[in-house]
């Protein structure tokens, strides 16, 4: 008997961008699309085209760019969004478009204020609209495992009658438990008594509010699921979406049970989950199973007793399968470009003569700082170098020095390079040195903007540590996100700040620039 083949929708760049004080650029999601693709994951969601300018853009860039997986767009159930998603993923060699559309009392009464045949027209006409444009879609009813079942069951028979090809079945709000009495039952009974269930494929979507997003997904591939939907780390609205790499890992460790068949290359796992942790500023718990830190450390002397000996007794897999590299070069100020671009190299970076250059150039600065440079330090480097290649204006940091103390005032002195490629300093004082360093910055380049959000991370080990800071400003209501790493956290903060204000600079494409050395009023 042939297994099942489980597809798998990853929706980090769509769900998992809903994180709370999360935003990524165009340049940032054509990587990690890449990174998808590299990953063999099935279908990538690459945004919600309708949603803004910026994110149908960077929906067409993937579907124009990024070949192999399906690329989709969520649409709501509006003329206007079916329209810009498929205008988005048009030029893709395997589109989708992804209609959804509240199901439930409790949305349709408070959310759309509309009647049950109000939403039930509105989702046979979307995906009607849809279907003219491509043949692939998919449909989802949300808050479907709070849905009146006839109803949902209705709703499922009308838009699989009109078009739709994959069906999801959206845990919207955490809500639904995985046993054979309820998620599995509902399951059970879509297939059962929708008509028509059986010619398209039938998939879901579960959020983690009560922590069991992984195991109901787990529990619909038992119940006969063809497609999962998760994201990369579990990120996502509130408490996040099911943890893909959780749901793959399951599925290929324990397939003596489940028995299902999956295209996912395991290996480019880890890989994913470091580049989304560096790209979101959100960090990946220790514990976390899969790609934790501590994943696959063992500190208890039986267990480290154990390991040694074999490490089946400990492991019920092995760190290589999700692409932890098994043991990591150190590099230092006496390597040379050879050996910095072997390492790169077996890493994934593929450079040129003359970006190996400038890399080796940032490289030998860092290893001045640091005894030992180890992998973790060249990926930290090596996206320092995108971020600064992708901002179209470019202030940069080129002095920073802070005093204070318990008793004293925090007083920070900036210099910068502008456009111009002239230098100009300032100083400020603030409520500690990172205010006082924003302050600063702020005076040099006359802005001003709200810090909202401030995140230290030690993304290597020892005394000379490397720190990633991520930051957020606010400004006229838009956020915006800057990252910036550093052996000195100060200077990793003045760095994550002035990335930040860059990209501010940078939105408003009819602003000029303020003088530098003006001060914002």
Same mark, same amino acid.
């Given at each position: 008997?042939?297994?099942?083949?489980?597809?798998?929708?990853?929706?980090?760049? $769509?769900?998992?961008?809903?994180?709370?004080?999360?935003?990524?650029?165009?340049? &940032?999601?054509?990587?990690?699309?890449?990174? !998808?693709?590299?990953?063999?994951?099935?279908?990538?969601?690459?945004?919600?085209?309708?949603?803004?300018?910026?994110?149908?853009?960077?929906?067409?860039?993937? +579907?124009? &760019?990024?070949?192999?997986?399906?690329?989709?767009? !969520?649409?709501?159930?509006?003329?206007?969004?079916?329209?810009?998603?498929?205008?988005?993923?048009?030029?893709?060699?395997?589109?989708?478009?992804?209609?959804?559309?509240?199901?439930?009392?409790?949305?349709?009464?408070?959310?759309?204020?509309?009647?049950?045949?109000?939403?039930?027209?509105?989702?046979?006409?979307?995906?009607? $609209?849809?279907?003219?444009?491509?043949?692939?879609?998919?449909?989802?009813?949300?808050?479907? @495992?709070?849905?009146?079942?006839?109803?949902?069951?209705?709703?499922?028979?009308?838009?699989?009658?009109?078009?739709?090809?994959?069906?999801?079945?959206?845990?919207?709000?955490?809500?639904?438990?995985?046993?054979?009495?309820?998620?599995?039952?509902?399951?059970?009974?879509?297939?059962?008594? %929708?008509?028509?269930?059986?010619?398209?494929?039938?998939?879901?979507?579960?959020?983690?509010?009560?922590?069991?997003?992984?195991?109901?997904?787990?529990?619909?591939?038992?119940?006969?699921?063809?497609?999962?939907?998760?994201?990369?780390?579990? #990120?996502?609205?509130?408490?996040?979406?099911?943890?893909?790499?959780?749901?793959?890992?399951?599925?290929? @460790?324990?397939?003596?049970?489940?028995?299902?068949?999956?295209?996912?290359?395991?290996?480019?796992?880890?890989?994913?989950?470091?580049?989304?942790?560096?790209?979101?500023?959100?960090?990946?718990? =220790?514990?976390?199973?899969?790609?934790?830190?501590?994943?696959?450390?063992?500190?208890?002397?039986?267990?480290?007793?154990?390991?040694?000996?074999? $490490?089946?007794?400990?492991?019920?897999?092995?760190?290589?399968?999700?692409?932890? *590299?098994?043991?990591?070069?150190?590099?230092?100020?006496?390597?040379?470009? +050879?050996? !910095?671009?072997?390492?790169?190299?077996?890493?994934?970076?593929?450079?040129?003569?003359?970006?190996?250059?400038?890399?080796?150039?940032?490289?030998?600065?860092?290893?001045?700082?640091?005894?030992? %440079? @180890?992998?973790?330090?060249?990926?930290?480097?090596?996206?320092?170098?995108?971020?600064?290649?992708?901002?179209?204006?470019?202030?940069?940091?080129?002095?920073?020095?802070?005093?204070?103390?318990?008793?004293?005032?925090?007083?920070?002195?900036?210099?910068?390079?502008?456009?111009?490629?002239?230098?100009?300093?300032?100083?400020?004082?603030?409520?500690?040195?990172?205010?006082? #360093?924003?302050?600063?910055?702020?005076?040099?380049?006359?802005?001003?903007?709200?810090?909202?959000?401030?995140?230290?991370?030690?993304?290597? &080990?020892?005394?000379?540590?490397?720190? @990633? %800071?991520?930051?957020?400003?606010?400004?006229?209501?838009?956020?915006?996100?800057?990252?910036?790493?550093?052996?000195?956290?100060? &200077? =990793?903060?003045?760095? =994550?700040?002035?990335?930040?204000?860059?990209?501010?600079?940078?939105?408003?494409?009819?602003?000029?620039? *303020?003088?530098?050395?003006?001060?914002?009023?």
């Amino acid at each position: 008997m042939a297994e099942k083949k489980v597809l798998f929708l990853d929706t980090t760049l $769509r769900d998992g961008e809903q994180s709370a004080g999360i935003g990524m650029t165009g340049d &940032e999601k054509m990587e990690i699309a890449k990174q !998808l693709q590299r990953m063999r994951v099935d279908i990538i969601e690459a945004g919600f085209a309708a949603s803004s300018p910026g994110d149908f853009l960077a929906v067409s860039n993937i +579907a124009k &760019e990024v070949k192999g997986p399906i690329i989709a767009s !969520l649409a709501r159930a509006v003329a206007d969004d079916v329209d810009q998603a498929w205008g988005a993923v048009q030029h893709s060699e395997r589109p989708r478009i992804h209609v959804f559309l509240s199901s439930s009392e409790i949305h349709q009464m408070h959310q759309l204020r509309k009647n049950r045949e109000e939403v039930m027209e509105m989702a046979v006409r979307s995906v009607e $609209r849809a279907k003219g444009y491509c043949s692939d879609i998919e449909f989802s009813p949300m808050d479907a @495992t709070r849905t009146n079942k006839e109803y949902l069951f209705q709703m499922l028979e009308e838009v699989i009658r009109a078009g739709a090809t994959t069906i999801n079945i959206a845990d919207t709000v955490g809500y639904a438990i995985p046993s054979s009495g309820d998620f599995v039952k509902l399951l059970d009974e879509v297939q059962e008594k %929708v008509a028509g269930i059986d010619k398209v494929t039938l998939s879901v979507h579960c959020h983690n509010d009560l922590g069991l997003a992984v195991a109901n997904s787990l529990a619909a591939v038992v119940a006969g699921a063809g497609q999962v939907e998760g994201c990369i780390n579990g #990120i996502g609205e509130r408490a996040g979406n099911a943890s893909l790499e959780e749901i793959i890992m399951a599925l290929d @460790t324990r397939n003596d049970f489940f028995g299902v068949e999956m295209s996912i290359d395991t290996t480019q796992i880890y890989p994913a989950s470091r580049m989304v942790s560096r790209v979101t500023g959100m960090a990946v718990q =220790a514990n976390k199973a899969i790609v934790g830190e501590n994943a696959f450390r063992h500190a208890s002397g039986i267990h480290q007793d154990g390991v040694l000996k074999n $490490r089946s007794t400990y492991e019920v897999m092995q760190p290589e399968r999700v692409g932890v *590299p098994g043991n990591a070069m150190v590099l230092g100020k006496l390597s040379g470009r +050879a050996g !910095l671009q072997s390492r790169l190299e077996a890493l994934g970076y593929h450079l040129n003569r003359e970006e190996i250059s400038n890399v080796f150039e940032s490289f030998k600065l860092l290893a001045d700082k640091k005894r030992e %440079v @180890t992998d973790q330090d060249l990926e930290i480097l090596m996206d320092e170098e995108k971020r600064e290649a992708g901002e179209t204006i470019s202030y940069t940091l080129d002095h920073v020095q802070f005093s204070g103390g318990t008793h004293d005032i925090a007083t920070a002195t900036v210099r910068l390079i502008g456009p111009d490629q002239q230098a100009t300093s300032d100083a400020s004082t603030g409520n500690g040195p990172v205010d006082a #360093i924003c302050n600063a910055i702020d005076r040099v380049i006359g802005c001003s903007a709200k810090l909202v959000d401030f995140n230290v991370q030690s993304v290597t &080990e020892g005394i000379d540590s490397q720190a @990633t %800071v991520t930051m957020r400003i606010e400004s006229n209501g838009q956020t915006y996100t800057g990252r910036g790493a550093s052996t000195d956290t100060m &200077e =990793a903060s003045a760095k =994550a700040y002035l990335s930040a204000v860059n990209r501010m600079l940078a939105s408003d494409e009819s602003a000029s620039l *303020p003088a530098v050395g003006s001060t914002p009023d």
